[in-house]
C-alpha cells in the first residue's frame, strides 16, 4: 500500500513540474521590463553581502542573473527561472534556467543566482550552444561565504564562477547539476 502511495504522489509532482515548466510557465513568463528590474535588484543585493562578486563585476565578460529560481520537490523535483544576460552594464539577451531531478528531496525554495562569465571563450559557449548544459563545457566555480572571502580579480582563474543567495524557504540541497540554461525572446 506504502509502496503504491509512492507512486501516486511521484505522478502528481512530475505532472505538476511539466504543468509549471511549460504550460502555464510560458504563458505566465515574465516581461522583459520585469527581468531587468529584478535582475537588477538582485545584482545590487548580491554586490553590498559580497564584495568579491562587485570585483569579479569589473572584470567579468558578462554577468547572467536569475532573480527569482523557484524550486520544489518530493523525491521527483524540478526548478525553473528567467534572467537577463548583463554585457558592459546593458541587457544582452534573456535565458531560462530549467532542471529536472530525482532522488532523496522535500520541500520549496526561491533562491536568486548569479554567473560571472570571465573569458571571451565561456561567453562564446553560452552563445552557440543553443541550450548550455552546466557540466558540459566551461568550467565552473561555485563560490560559497568562505570561498568568496579569498576571491580576486587576480585570484579569480575559472572560465565561470556561480554565487547563489537569497534563499527563502526549506529544501535539501542546492546545486547546478542537470541545468540547462537556454536563450528565449523576450
Same mark, same amino acid.
Given at each position: 500500500?506504502?509502496?503504491?502511495?509512492?507512486?501516486?504522489?511521484?505522478? @502528481?509532482?512530475?505532472?505538476?513540474?511539466?504543468? %509549471?515548466?511549460?504550460?502555464?510557465?510560458?504563458?505566465?513568463?515574465?516581461?522583459?521590463?520585469?527581468?531587468?528590474?529584478?535582475?537588477?535588484?538582485?545584482?545590487?543585493?548580491?554586490?553590498?553581502?559580497?564584495?568579491?562578486?562587485?570585483?569579479?563585476?569589473?572584470?567579468?565578460?558578462?554577468?547572467?542573473?536569475?532573480?527569482? %529560481?523557484?524550486?520544489? =520537490?518530493?523525491?521527483?523535483? =524540478?526548478?525553473?527561472?528567467?534572467?537577463?544576460?548583463?554585457? *558592459? =552594464?546593458?541587457?544582452?539577451?534573456?535565458?531560462?534556467?530549467?532542471?529536472?531531478?530525482?532522488?532523496?528531496?522535500?520541500?520549496?525554495?526561491?533562491?536568486?543566482?548569479?554567473?560571472?562569465?570571465? /573569458?571571451?571563450?565561456?561567453?562564446?559557449?553560452?552563445?552557440?550552444?543553443? =541550450? @548550455?548544459?552546466? #557540466?558540459? #563545457?566551461?568550467? !565552473?566555480?561555485?563560490?560559497?561565504?568562505?570561498?568568496?572571502?579569498?576571491?580576486? /580579480? /587576480?585570484?579569480? +582563474?575559472?572560465?565561470?564562477?556561480?554565487?547563489?543567495?537569497?534563499?527563502? #524557504?526549506? %529544501?535539501?540541497?542546492?546545486?547546478? *547539476?542537470?541545468? +540547462?540554461?537556454?536563450? !528565449?525572446?523576450?
Amino acid at each position: 500500500m506504502m509502496k503504491e502511495y509512492r507512486h501516486i504522489i511521484c505522478v @502528481w509532482v512530475i505532472i505538476f513540474f511539466a504543468a %509549471m515548466i511549460t504550460g502555464p510557465g510560458l504563458a505566465a513568463a515574465d516581461s522583459a521590463r520585469k527581468i531587468n528590474r529584478e535582475s537588477e535588484a538582485a545584482l545590487k543585493k548580491l554586490f553590498s553581502e559580497s564584495p568579491a562578486a562587485a570585483e569579479l563585476a569589473k572584470t567579468a565578460k558578462a554577468i547572467l542573473v536569475f532573480p527569482g %529560481m523557484g524550486k520544489a =520537490g518530493f523525491i521527483v523535483g =524540478g526548478q525553473y527561472g528567467e534572467g537577463a544576460l548583463f554585457k *558592459q =552594464g546593458n541587457v544582452a539577451g534573456y535565458y531560462n534556467s530549467v532542471s529536472l531531478s530525482y532522488g532523496l528531496q522535500a520541500g520549496i525554495q526561491k533562491y536568486s543566482y548569479v554567473l560571472f562569465f570571465m /573569458t571571451d571563450s565561456a561567453l562564446a559557449y553560452l552563445d552557440k550552444s543553443g =541550450g @548550455w548544459e552546466i #557540466g558540459v #563545457g566551461p568550467s !565552473i566555480v561555485v563560490v560559497d561565504k568562505g570561498a568568496a572571502t579569498g576571491l580576486s /580579480t /587576480t585570484t579569480a +582563474k575559472a572560465d565561470i564562477y556561480a554565487f547563489f543567495f537569497g534563499q527563502k #524557504g526549506l %529544501m535539501a540541497g542546492l546545486g547546478l *547539476q542537470g541545468t +540547462k540554461i537556454t536563450r !528565449i525572446d523576450k
